[in-house]
């Protein structure tokens, strides 16, 4: 029988917890609400609840021997090597917080559990279930993007998770893409994040209809005055031709490919893996994206450049999580 792990994804909406087995079987997966408001406390209550529950009904099926331990990602600043996680964005009340030592004590002290226990950023652990059981299998190095709510990044360099010297490393949401701009998020303006994030690309679209004339099938997608717009309906309506609809993913993707653009340059990395709920909307985003890469790079620097589509969707965090306890990857 193979190892298996549970692996643990901390979104500010929902809690994922999978139990996975080291050649990349998912045995059991579960979403739950995360429950932000109840703080960090209360949170890491509800995580060894729903962890130790996941293991109680597997470990004799799978074998207690067998179990190579948890790997939980977390949004926000994360030092992986002293457990500590920073300033998690839509989880309020933290600020520096010894999540995995309290973690392990509540595992201990509630439910008698004490197992290995690997403490990462979210888009890291993608960017890793990716690498090894997804899209990134075929490559050295790339990097993972994350589109949704924010965006987020992961970069693998010689089948290795790259960390940085302070555990940020690959945060291209907050990569400047255009500082003289009106776009500010978390204090900095002009990031990638401010621009293409979720509200950002709701705010664009409206900008872009209500600055032209209105198609006719708009209302029939966005509702009356456009007050349905949303990433979705945008989609819907370019996959239906709409010139403004089009318009906004293009502009979107624009702004993406100036970002990596930023990795081409700065870090000889050429290959992408994009997810996310956003990244849904498939080459409405990745064409223009590519095209800007191109445009804002060198041609010396085109060769082997790549955007492809993450393949585990909204599990490829639960799935690296789980890749870190294996050793699959470090």
């Given at each position: 029988?193979?190892?298996?792990?549970?692996?643990?994804?901390?979104?500010?909406?929902?809690?994922?917890?999978?139990?996975?087995?080291?050649?990349?079987g998912?045995?059991?997966?579960?979403?739950?609400?995360?429950?932000?408001?109840?703080g960090?406390?209360?949170?890491?209550?509800?995580?060894?609840?729903?962890?130790?529950a996941?293991?109680?009904?597997?470990?004799?099926?799978?074998?207690?021997?067998?179990?190579?331990?948890?790997?939980?990602?977390?949004?926000?600043?994360?030092?992986?090597?002293?457990?500590?996680?920073?300033?998690?964005?839509?989880?309020?009340?933290?600020?520096?917080?010894?999540?995995?030592?309290?973690?392990?004590?509540?595992?201990?002290?509630?439910?008698?559990?004490?197992c290995?226990?690997?403490?990462?950023n979210?888009?890291?652990?993608?960017?890793?279930?990716?690498?090894v059981?997804g899209?990134?299998?075929?490559?050295?190095?790339?990097?993972?993007?994350?589109?949704?709510?924010?965006?987020g990044?992961?970069?693998?360099?010689?089948?290795?998770?790259?960390?940085?010297?302070?555990?940020?490393?690959?945060?291209i949401?907050?990569?400047?893409?255009?500082?003289?701009?009106?776009?500010?998020?978390?204090?900095?303006?002009?990031?990638?994040?401010?621009?293409?994030g979720?509200?950002?690309?709701?705010?664009?679209?409206?900008?872009?209809?209500?600055?032209?004339?209105?198609?006719?099938?708009?209302?029939?997608?966005?509702?009356?005055?456009?007050?349905d717009?949303?990433?979705r309906?945008?989609?819907?309506?370019?996959?239906h031709?709409?010139?403004?609809?089009?318009?906004?993913?293009?502009?979107?993707?624009?702004?993406?490919?100036?970002?990596?653009?930023?990795?081409?340059?700065?870090?000889?990395?050429?290959k992408?893996?994009?997810?996310?709920?956003?990244?849904?909307?498939?080459?409405?985003?990745?064409?223009?994206?590519?095209?800007?890469?191109?445009?804002?790079?060198?041609?010396?620097?085109?060769?082997?450049?790549?955007?492809?589509?993450?393949?585990?969707?909204?599990r490829?965090?639960?799935?690296g999580?789980?890749?870190?306890?294996?050793?699959?990857?470090?």
């Amino acid at each position: 029988m193979s190892r298996w792990a549970l692996g643990v994804d901390l979104g500010g909406t929902a809690v994922k917890v999978a139990v996975i087995d080291e050649k990349g079987g998912v045995l059991d997966h579960e979403r739950h609400p995360t429950h932000a408001d109840a703080g960090p406390e209360g949170i890491i209550g509800h995580i060894a609840s729903l962890g130790f529950a996941m293991y109680d009904r597997f470990r004799d099926r799978l074998g207690e021997k067998l179990f190579a331990g948890i790997g939980l990602g977390a949004p926000g600043a994360v030092d992986s090597r002293r457990g500590i996680l920073s300033y998690p964005p839509n989880l309020p009340g933290w600020e520096q917080y010894p999540l995995k030592s309290r973690l392990q004590r509540v595992l201990a002290d509630d439910y008698s559990l004490h197992c290995s226990l690997i403490l990462e950023n979210d888009a890291n652990i993608a960017a890793c279930g990716e690498a090894v059981f997804g899209a990134g299998r075929e490559f050295d190095d790339f990097m993972m993007i994350t589109l949704g709510t924010g965006v987020g990044g992961g970069i693998i360099l010689n089948r290795r998770l790259y960390r940085g010297s302070c555990g940020t490393a690959g945060e291209i949401g907050y990569m400047t893409v255009d500082y003289r701009g009106k776009s500010v998020h978390a204090g900095v303006r002009g990031t990638v994040e401010s621009l293409i994030g979720k509200k950002s690309i709701v705010t664009l679209g409206l900008e872009i209809y209500r600055a032209k004339a209105l198609q006719a099938s708009s209302e029939e997608f966005h509702g009356r005055q456009l007050c349905d717009l949303s990433p979705r309906t945008l989609e819907k309506a370019a996959k239906h031709g709409d010139p403004l609809a089009i318009e906004t993913w293009n502009k979107v993707g624009a702004v993406l490919g100036v970002g990596l653009a930023g990795v081409v340059s700065l870090m000889d990395i050429r290959k992408f893996v994009i997810g996310g709920g956003i990244s849904a909307v498939g080459e409405l985003i990745f064409s223009p994206a590519f095209e800007q890469m191109k445009a804002s790079t060198l041609p010396s620097m085109h060769e082997g450049m790549d955007i492809v589509p993450a393949s585990l969707g909204n599990r490829a965090g639960v799935f690296g999580a789980a890749a870190l306890c294996f050793a699959l990857i470090e």
